[in-house]
């Protein structure tokens, strides 16, 4: 019988800025200051690089400009630019830039294989004063759900998720928040994969970090109780999502045992992988990918590349330029053993 595939990204993240007007307290991505764009120069050089490697998913991950600023027309430029020279470069983009307008997303979407935002919790003591969210107005729950509704009703294939260990309660607000993505999920269809991402506490910012950048990364550890929380997650997800929905874990922020538990628990993404840098939590250290495929081959998985939009969202695609790639690309990773099946 054929093994049982865990499926994975080759990504590149593009960063249009790390300025951001939200303060999430755990955010150790965003850059204080003025609004600094990324230049198309760097784009070009960095898509090269990226094409060069083989990557078939850009990942544009973005700090957020006021919906009402005056700044917010170009930031937007910057990002739909972004998308557009992915492809232009023969690289699917995926962007998780905050909340859009509709006509924001509409646009997006024409330019992506698929799009994203975490919904982060349902848990309202979040935004409270003292809460993480309290400085950040991106992240009022009854807007990302409307953003959830909304990529439903523009039928965007869309991935989302929980960040786990930010002050939420475990058993309550963790059902519900899944119970709502379920729930927007039988409406509109268009959930193909929720993430479920543990904070891990004691993080330098990026303003220490990237000093320290040429530090050798950290070994990924979680404790037993935050494995055990996500362990859970893992099995209530499963239990509340339709099998279509994919669970993705990051493979960077555990070890080999808890990753391979999370798959036999129902997990079956490991998001970015191979010659990736983690933006958001670029101080630990993804396994490598033999180690992976031998500790998932013991009990009797394989890893799978896949496209930033699963197969059963295909006929999706709303321009010809996407379909055309996401095309290529299936052929591409179904003729090539090596990319599909790491040995
Ligand atoms: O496919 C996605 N992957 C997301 N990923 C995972 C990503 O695909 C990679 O697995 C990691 O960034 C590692 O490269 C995130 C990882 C984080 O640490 C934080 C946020 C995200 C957000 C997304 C996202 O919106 N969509
Ligand atoms: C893009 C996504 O990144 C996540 N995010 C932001 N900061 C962190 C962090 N320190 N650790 C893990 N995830 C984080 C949020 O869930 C956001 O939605
Ligand atoms: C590092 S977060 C990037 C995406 C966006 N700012 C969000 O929080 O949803
Ligand atoms: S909205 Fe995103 S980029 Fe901005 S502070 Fe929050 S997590 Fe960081």
């Known amino acids: 019988m054929a093994r049982a595939v865990v ?11 790390y300025f951001c007007f939200n303060r999430c307290t755990y955010c150790t991505f965003r850059q204080d200051g003025a609004l600094a764009l990324i230049g198309a120069d760097a784009v070009a050089a960095e898509l090269r690089a990226a094409r060069a490697q083989d990557v078939c998913e850009i990942l544009v991950l973005s700090g957020e400009v006021h919906p009402r600023s005056a700044q917010r027309e170009s930031w937007f430029k910057t990002v739909l630019n972004v998308c557009d020279q992915a492809l232009k470069h023969g690289m699917l983009p995926h962007t998780n830039v905050g909340p859009l307008s509709w006509a924001e997303m509409d646009q997006l979407a024409h330019v992506n294989a698929s799009m994203g935002l975490m919904l ?10 003292g809460g993480p969210h309290f400085r950040a107005p991106s992240k009022d729950v009854a807007l990302r759900k409307q953003q959830l509704e909304q990529a439903g009703k523009l039928r965007v294939p869309f991935t989302t998720g929980l960040l786990l260990n930010i002050g939420e309660h475990r058993e309550r607000d963790t059902r519900d928040s899944l119970q709502y993505i379920a729930q927007v999920h039988r409406e509109y269809s268009h959930i193909q994969e929720i993430i479920l991402q543990p904070f891990q506490p004691g993080q330098s910012s990026r303003a220490e970090t990237s000093s320290a950048d040429q530090r050798s990364p950290m070994t990924p550890r979680m404790s037993e109780i935050d494995a055990e929380y996500l362990f859970e997650t893992v099995r209530l997800a499963r239990a509340l999502l339709p099998e279509s929905v994919a669970i993705q874990v990051p493979a960077n922020l555990m070890d080999l045992g808890q990753i391979v538990q999370c798959v036999e628990l129902g997990a079956s993404d490991l998001g970015g992988l191979g010659i990736v840098r983690d933006e958001v939590n670029p101080l630990y250290a993804f396994p490598s990918m033999s180690s992976l495929s031998n500790a998932l081959a013991v009990r009797g998985f394989q890893l799978g590349m896949r496209l930033p939009v699963h197969k059963s969202f295909y006929s999706w695609c709303r321009s010809a330029r996407v379909s055309e790639l996401v095309r290529e690309w299936h052929e591409r990773i179904q003729q090539s053993a090596t990319l599909l099946h790491v040995p």
Do not use: D, F, G, N
């Not at 499926?7 to 800025?17: C, D, F, G, N």
């Not at 349902?122 to 004063?129: H, R, V």
């Open 7 to 17: 499926s994975y990204s080759v990504a590149h993240t593009v960063v249009p800025t």
């Open 120 to 129: 982060e919790s349902t848990s309202p003591a979040l935004q409270l004063k």
